[in-house]
């Protein structure tokens, strides 16, 4: 019995002597190999982010910024462009989104937003009452 255990525990690290290897048929042997190289899986799993730009002009257009956060993608809104009752209907829309998704939404500028669903995380190391990360941006 205290060799059996012995004999686990080098096998175990990798000490074990190699039983010899019985005859099998050619057919066999090639099964056996393929088992053991098992499956080739990629490295490199993460897909390219695509960064979406939004200028929208009509309240509807608000929709297909949520349809592009639902499908995971962050997009910037620029509402330079539109009136300031709209931008706010806007704004509160695509918050409310973001919101429900479990995303982040962070103003970079005058009129200008970056919002990201969850799978995407906004660095930001600005502080207050200094320019932040960019260059456009308030404190």
């Not at 989104?97 to 103003?107: F, M, N, P, R």
Request: aromatic share 6%; charged share 30%.
């Amino acid at each position: 019995m205290g060799k059996r255990l012995l004999d686990k525990v080098l096998g175990f690290i990798g000490f074990e002597d190699e039983p010899e290897e019985e005859q099998m048929p050619a057919e066999s042997q090639d099964a056996l190999l393929r088992m053991k190289k098992g499956a080739v899986v990629s490295l490199h799993t993460q897909r390219q982010l695509r960064l979406v730009v939004a200028e929208p002009h009509t309240f509807d257009d608000a929709q297909e910024i949520a349809d592009h956060l639902k499908n995971r993608r962050p997009v910037v809104v620029n509402l330079e462009r539109v009136e300031t009752d709209l931008a706010r209907r806007i704004v509160d829309f695509v918050s409310g989104a973001v919101y429900a998704l479990g995303g982040s939404i962070q103003k970079v500028g005058g009129g200008i937003f970056l919002c990201a669903p969850s799978n995407v995380d906004i660095a930001s190391e600005a502080k207050e009452g200094e320019k932040g990360f960019f260059p456009w941006m308030r404190g």
